[in-house]
């Protein structure tokens, strides 16, 4: 059975939008239902590239892979680290609360003074994890001839005027060859020069860019699913 299923952040997970407890009033969600065919989201808002990818590759190890993925890459400046005590992923970055509990008891102080004073601004050291994250699972979709439309928010993960050396020229060039835009925008940038409703200052766009998103995808998703 033919199945929309997204991945990412709050962009493609569609935040802000009232009442959508699940993501189904995310862009995906929308498309799916217009095309009469089942629906999942393992968007979260706040997530990390390094997130999407596991949700990618955990999903697909467990359901069809005829499932179209639908990928919304976010911000590179957001970082993951596992915390080995608790054994768990959290996300370092701009836009989610992390590590709240165990700021205020001062237990990972060293990591998020760490993050803030090396990495936020990092853009080198972001752009090439974030590129190897992306390619990864460009190779797994591929291999597994997995039917996938992917997008990004970050423009700085495709840039080659700043930060680049030519491992990471590469990486891009193979990145960029997978990777589809809004008429050559992000979400957002698409959102706001169509003059749709965005939230201040969460950045959201909310239903009626969503919904002329899913009219925008809609014939993609349905050759991809052979609709």
């Not at 970050?154 to 030519?166: A, G, R």
Request: glycine share 4%; aromatic share 18%.
């Amino acid at each position: 059975m033919s199945k929309i299923v997204s991945f990412g952040d709050s962009f493609i997970f569609g935040s802000e939008i009232p009442d959508n407890y699940d993501g189904s009033a995310g862009w995906p969600g929308i498309s799916a239902k217009c095309l009469d065919i089942d629906f999942e989201c393992y968007a979260t808002p706040g997530t990390s590239n390094d997130a999407i990818a596991r949700e990618i590759f955990s999903y697909y190890q467990k359901n069809s892979i005829n499932h179209l993925a639908v990928v919304n890459w976010t911000w590179i400046m957001r970082w993951d680290y596992f915390l080995k005590k608790e054994y768990i992923w959290e996300t370092l970055g701009v836009g989610k609360f992390v590590l709240q509990n165990a700021v205020e008891q001062q237990d990972y102080k060293n990591l998020t003074d760490f993050y803030h004073n090396l990495i936020i601004d990092n853009q080198m050291f972001n752009k090439w994890n974030n590129l190897k994250t992306i390619f990864s699972v460009i190779k797994f979709l591929t291999d597994n001839n997995i039917p996938f439309v992917q997008t990004y928010m970050d423009h700085e993960l495709i840039e080659k005027e700043w930060f680049n050396e030519s491992y990471t020229d590469y990486m891009i060039t193979i990145c960029k060859q997978n990777l589809n835009t809004f008429g050559n925008k992000n979400f957002l940038d698409w959102s706001r020069e169509k003059g749709f409703q965005v939230t201040d200052p969460g950045w959201h766009p909310l239903e009626d860019a969503h919904e002329a998103a899913a009219e925008y995808w809609l014939p993609t998703y349905k050759k991809l699913l052979n609709l």
